[in-house]
């Protein structure tokens, strides 16, 4: 750009004088034209950096690129990693725990877990804080989840070592030997009373034997009670822990006393007509939780398969109450 030139008339000398410019003037004329050259030179530079992609930009990009990659498998994982955890804790409720008799764990408490410290100021500062933190909810959610059935399975071991003990606690035996046995005069159900004659819910089996027939534990535990009890005669009552009680009526001896500890197979009396009864024979029960059950459903030690598929039905067919 052109410099402006100035002159003024001189009279002494009769002649056109040149003016320069200040000193101040020429700073001012020198700064702005630096500051249109700057302006310039920041304007090409910029257009530069707007079409061009610097070695250190490019590294950049690439790591972030890798890094966005690298979390999506992350969080691909994680949820498979939950997937399977939640087969686990189902599989933990409906299986291990039904297996025990133990309560299922619920959810809130599956959850509970560890509680973990998270910077959510500085997560939300990142361009993908929504994919880094459902990385870090998932992996929190699986840290509470395997925490909770590490806490379970400790739980379920020691359950496990008290398996042999509550096997033998367990009703499984029949409490007359097969070879005694003349016949199951009744099963468990809907009978006919034999006295009566009026319809009634049966609440164990008979076993018809001869007098003096010898009676057996069915399982480890301790008598309750071992007495004369009305309709049912001499009757022994054994507690065996797990929920489980067994009951031997009608009996002609009584060879145990209350209190007593005795262990399956151990002899606790001998089979009789003693109460509402018919005929020698052996009236047994086996309760859990106080509710009668099947007891047929529970000679799964001395029967075979064969065996035990006839006694179910010779059980479901047997109608003759003897008591």
Known sequence: MSQKTFYRYNAISGQYERVYPSARRRVIIVARQFGWVAAVVIGVIAILFSLMEFPRERRLRQQNEQLTARLEVLNRRADEALAVMEDIAERDNNFYRVVMQAEP?????????????????????????????????????????????????????????????????????????????????????????????????????????????????????????????????????????????????????????????????????????????TGPHLHYEVRFKGIPQNPVHYYFFDLSPEQYDEIIQVAENAGHVMD
């Open 105 to 277: 764990l619920s959810r809130t408490r599956r959850l509970a877990g560890i509680e973990r410290q998270r910077n959510f100021d500085r997560l939300d500062s990142l361009d993908d804080y929504r994919l880094v933190n459902s990385v870090d909810n998932k992996l929190a959610q699986l840290d509470g989840m395997l925490y909770a059935q590490i806490k379970s399975f400790d739980f379920l071991a020691g359950e496990v070592s008290q398996q042999k003990d509550r096997i033998a606690h367990t009703p499984a035996i029949q409490p007359v030997p097969e070879k005694f046995l003349r016949t199951m005069a009744s099963g468990y159900g809907v009978r006919v009373d034999p006295v009566y004659g009026t319809s009634k819910f049966h609440e164990g089996m008979d076993f018809s034997a001869p007098p003096g027939t010898p009676v057996y534990a069915t399982a480890d535990g301790t008598v309750a009670s071992a007495s004369w009890q009305g309709a049912y005669g001499n009757l022994i009552e054994i507690r065996h822990g797990y929920n489980y009680t067994t009951r031997y009526a009608h009996l002609s001896k009584i060879n145990v006393q209350p209190g007593q500890t005795v262990h399956r197979g151990d002899l606790i009396g001998a089979v009789g007509n003693t109460g509402k009864s």
